[in-house]
C-alpha cells in the first residue's frame, strides 16, 4: 500500500511536469488551477474501499512506473471498460437469438419427446418380454436336448433340467395373479417336459447298468450325478436300485461258482483264484474258510465300490428323496415298506441293503454248500472248529453289512446247523460208550479219555477265539459241556455203580475208580477253568468228598492192620466210668496179641497203606491219602496210649501196698499195661512218616 501512494505522488508530480510549469512559475500562472486540483489530490482519502479498490487492481496489472504507463493509465482504463461493456452487448445479442430459435423448436421438440416415451415403453415392454421368455420359456432346441432319447445325457442336459425345475417352480407365481391360465399352460407344458426327462434319465441309467463293468463296479462320476437327480422320482430311483441289484446278483453269483469249481460259463473268474475251492472239499475247516474269505471279499468289495454314492452322496440323495416324496403323493399314501411315512434316509442302512441284495445269490449258494460239507463230516472237533470260524465271519460280516441282512441270517443258521451236528456227533459216540466195561485196573476208559481230549481241543479254540468272536460265538458253556464230556462222565457213574461193593478188607475199588477218571478230567480243565468255571468247582467238590472217603477207608485198613482197632472199639464201646483193666481186649494175654500185630504192621505199614492204593492212578493223591489216613491212625492211637497210661496210674498205688511175700505174684498179676503195649505215639509217628 505505501508502494502504492509512492506512485500515485509520483503520477502527480509527473503530471506537473509534463505542463511545462516550474513550480515557481506555475503558482504564478495557474496559482488558482493547480492550487484547487493539488489540494483535490492531497484531500483523497486512501482509507475509502473504493480507493483501496482501485489501488488493488493497478497492483494486480503489474504495470511498471515508466513515463507511458503513466500517460496511457487513464486510456488504457478506460479501453477496458468499453471492451466488457461490448462483450456483454454480443453476450446478450446471443441469448436473444436462442430464445427466438427456441420458440420455434418448441412443436418439434414435444413431438421427439413423445416418440422417445413410446420407444422407452416399447423397449420396456420387449425387456419384459424378454425377461418372462428367459425365465418361462425354453427354446425349442433345448426341450429337443432335455427330452429326446437320441440326446447325450451330459452337463447341458443337467442344465437344461435344473432350468425346467426352476421354471415349474416358478409357474406358481404366476397361478397367484389374474391371468393364471398362462401360468397353468406353462406348468402343464413345463411337467410334461420335466417327465420325459426323467425318463430319459432312468432309461440312460439302465442303459450304463448294462454296460458297467460289473467285476470292478465303481459308480462313476456321470452315474453318481444322474442317480442323485433321479432320486428326484423314488419311483424310478428304486427301480434303477432293483436292476442294478438284480444284475450285481447274477454277476456275483456267476463268480461265486466259478471261483468253486473254476468253471466261468462265460465270466471270467476272480483274479487270484489260482484253484477251484472244490478242491479242498476233503478239508472241512479250509473248505468253508475258503468260501467264507471270498464272501467277505465280495462284500467289501461291493461297499467300497457302493459308498461313493450312498456315504458321499448320501446328503443329496436325502434331499432328492425328500422332494420326490413331496411331489409323489401317491407314494407318500401308501407308506414306506415298514409302515412309517417320515422315514429319514439313512445312507449307511441303503448301502448295507444293496450290498445285501447283491449277495443273495451268494449267500444260498454258501448256504447249501456249507450245510452238505458239514453233514457229511463226521470228526466233532473239526466240526467245532468250523463252527467257531462261521462265529468269527457272523461277527466280520454283522459290522460290515449289519444285522439284518440276508448275509449274517445265513450264516447265524448255519452256526445252529454245525452246532447241532456236534452235539449229533458226540450223541452217537456215547451211545457207542455203553457198551464198554471197567478196566481191570480200574484205570479211566477209553471214551473217557477220547472226550477229554476232544473237549481239550474244543477249549483252546475258545481261548484263541473268545477276543474276536461275535456275539453268538461263545454258546453256554453248560451245553457245551453238556454234548462233549458230560454223557461220558455219566457213563462212568453207570460204570461205577455196577462194580461190586467193596469188602472191609479190601480197597475202595467204587471210589477209586472215580478218582481215575475225574482227577484227569480237573486237571486237564483247570487252565480252562475261567470258561468251565461250573464244571471245574463241580469236580473239584466230588473229588473231595471221594478223597474223603478213601481217606477214611485208609484209615480204617491202618486200624485193621495194626490191631488198634479192638481196642479203640473196646473204649468207644464201654461206659467212660469203668477201668480199661476190666475190658476183655486189655487182659494181659489179649493186649499182647495187639502189640505184637502193631508191632508187625509198624515196619511196613508205609508200603502196605500204598499197595492198598495202587489202582489209584494219581500217585500224588495217594501219598495225600496216606498221609492223611496217618494222621487219622495216630489221633486214634493216641487215646489208646493215653487210656492204657490213666490205667496204669490207677493200679500203681495198690502194686505198692502189696506184702513183699505177694510181691512176685501181684506184679505177674497186675503188671503194667504200657510194658505189655509198649509202643508211644512218637515211635508211631516216626513209622509212619
Not at 106 to 131: G, R, Y
Not at 264 to 275: E, L
Request: charged share 25%; glycine share 4%; net charge negative.
Amino acid at each position: 500500500m505505501a508502494g502504492d501512494t509512492l506512485l500515485a505522488d509520483d503520477i502527480l508530480l509527473q503530471d506537473v511536469e509534463q505542463s511545462g510549469l516550474t513550480p515557481t512559475a506555475g503558482l504564478a500562472g495557474r496559482s488558482n488551477a493547480f492550487t484547487n486540483k493539488l489540494t483535490s489530490v492531497l484531500s483523497v482519502s486512501y482509507a475509502d474501499s473504493d480507493t483501496r479498490d482501485a489501488l488493488e487492481i493497478l497492483d494486480g496489472k503489474h504495470v511498471s512506473n515508466t513515463a507511458e504507463t503513466r500517460r496511457r493509465l487513464r486510456l488504457d482504463a478506460q479501453k477496458e471498460v468499453i471492451d466488457c461493456n461490448g462483450a456483454v452487448v454480443r453476450d446478450f445479442g446471443k441469448v436473444a437469438d436462442v430464445s427466438s430459435a427456441r420458440k420455434e423448436s418448441v412443436p418439434m421438440l414435444e413431438e421427439a419427446a413423445t416418440f422417445t416415451a413410446q420407444n422407452e415403453t416399447v423397449k420396456a415392454k420387449q425387456d419384459i418380454l424378454e425377461s418372462f421368455k428367459n425365465r418361462f420359456v425354453m427354446d425349442l432346441s433345448d426341450v429337443h436336448s432335455l427330452t429326446s432319447p437320441t440326446e447325450p445325457v451330459d452337463d447341458r442336459f443337467f442344465e437344461l433340467l435344473g432350468q425346467s425345475k426352476r421354471i415349474f417352480k416358478d409357474c406358481e407365481i404366476l397361478l397367484g395373479t389374474e391371468n393364471h391360465k398362462l401360468g397353468l399352460e406353462l406348468m402343464d407344458q413345463t411337467s410334461r417336459n420335466l417327465n420325459n426327462a426323467y425318463k430319459k434319465l432312468y432309461n440312460w441309467i439302465q442303459k450304463e447298468f448294462k454296460i458297467l463293468d460289473l467285476e470292478d463296479p465303481h459308480v462313476g462320476g456321470p452315474i453318481r450325478r444322474a442317480l442323485r437327480v433321479l432320486a428326484e422320482r423314488p419311483s424310478l430311483f428304486q427301480n434303477c436300485l432293483d436292476l442294478f441289484a438284480e444284475a450285481r446278483e447274477h454277476t456275483l453269483s456267476d463268480a461265486f461258482h466259478a471261483a468253486l469249481t473254476n468253471v466261468a460259463d462265460g465270466v471270467n473268474t476272480r483274479k487270484g483264484s489260482a484253484k477251484p475251492i472244490e478242491f479242498s472239499t476233503h478239508d472241512l475247516l479250509r473248505y468253508v474258510g475258503d468260501m467264507l474269505a471270498w464272501v467277505h471279499s465280495a462284500a467289501v468289495s461291493e461297499q467300497e465300490s457302493l459308498e461313493g454314492l450312498f456315504i458321499a452322496e448320501g446328503q443329496e440323495l436325502a434331499k432328492g428323496l425328500k422332494v420326490g416324496k413331496e411331489s409323489e403323493v401317491w407314494a407318500n399314501d401308501e407308506g414306506n415298506v415298514d409302515g412309517s411315512r417320515d422315514e429319514v434316509f439313512d445312507g449307511r442302512k441303503a448301502l448295507n441293503d444293496l450290498v445285501n441284495r447283491n449277495l443273495a445269490g451268494v449267500s444260498r449258494t454258501l448256504k447249501q454248500r456249507v450245510e452238505l460239507a458239514i453233514r457229511n463230516h463226521d470228526d466233532s472237533v473239526v466240526v467245532w472248529k468250523t463252527k467257531n470260524l462261521l462265529d468269527f465271519y457272523e461277527g466280520i460280516f454283522s459290522k460290515l453289512v449289519g444285522d439284518d441282512t440276508t448275509l449274517v441270517s445265513t450264516t447265524t443258521g448255519l452256526i445252529a446247523l454245525t452246532f447241532d451236528h456236534f452235539e449229533q456227533l458226540l450223541a452217537d459216540e456215547a451211545s457207542q460208550a455203553t457198551h464198554e466195561s471197567v478196566p481191570n485196573d480200574f484205570s479211566i476208559p477209553h471214551f473217557l479219555l477220547n472226550a477229554l481230549e476232544r473237549v481239550i481241543a474244543i477249549l483252546k479254540t475258545e481261548s484263541a477265539t473268545v477276543s474276536t468272536s461275535s456275539k453268538s460265538a461263545m454258546e453256554p458253556t453248560s451245553r457245551l459241556l453238556a454234548s462233549s464230556l458230560t454223557p461220558f462222565l455219566d457213563q462212568c457213574s453207570e460204570l461205577t455203580v455196577s462194580l461190586p461193593d467193596a469188602d472191609p478188607a479190601s480197597p475202595p475199588i467204587k471210589a477209586i475208580f472215580q478218582l481215575n477218571c475225574l482227577t484227569p478230567v480237573l486237571s486237564q480243565l483247570a487252565p480252562y477253568s475261567d470258561i468251565v468255571k461250573d464244571i471245574t468247582t463241580s469236580v473239584s467238590k466230588i473229588i473231595s468228598d471221594l478223597t474223603t472217603t478213601l481217606t477214611i477207608a485208609q484209615h480204617h485198613f491202618f486200624l485193621r492192620s495194626s490191631g488198634v482197632d479192638t481196642l479203640l472199639s473196646a473204649i468207644e464201646s464201654s461206659p467212660p466210668d469203668q477201668p480199661i483193666t476190666t475190658l476183655p481186649a486189655f487182659e494181659p494175654g489179649s493186649l499182647s496179641v495187639s502189640a505184637q500185630k502193631l508191632d508187625d504192621f509198624l515196619p511196613e505199614a508205609v508200603l502196605e497203606g500204598m499197595e492198598n492204593l495202587k489202582y489209584l492212578t494219581d500217585k500224588k493223591l495217594a501219598k495225600q491219602v496216606n498221609e492223611e489216613a496217618g494222621e487219622r491212625f495216630c489221633a486214634d492211637f493216641e487215646v489208646v496210649e493215653n487210656k492204657l497210661t490213666e490205667a496204669d496210674e490207677m493200679i500203681a498205688p495198690a502194686i505198692a501196698d502189696d506184702d513183699d511175700d505177694q510181691e512176685q505174684q501181684g506184679e505177674e498179676e497186675k503188671a503194667s499195661l504200657r510194658e505189655v503195649y509198649p509202643r508211644t505215639l512218637g515211635e508211631v509217628r516216626v513209622l509212619l512218616s
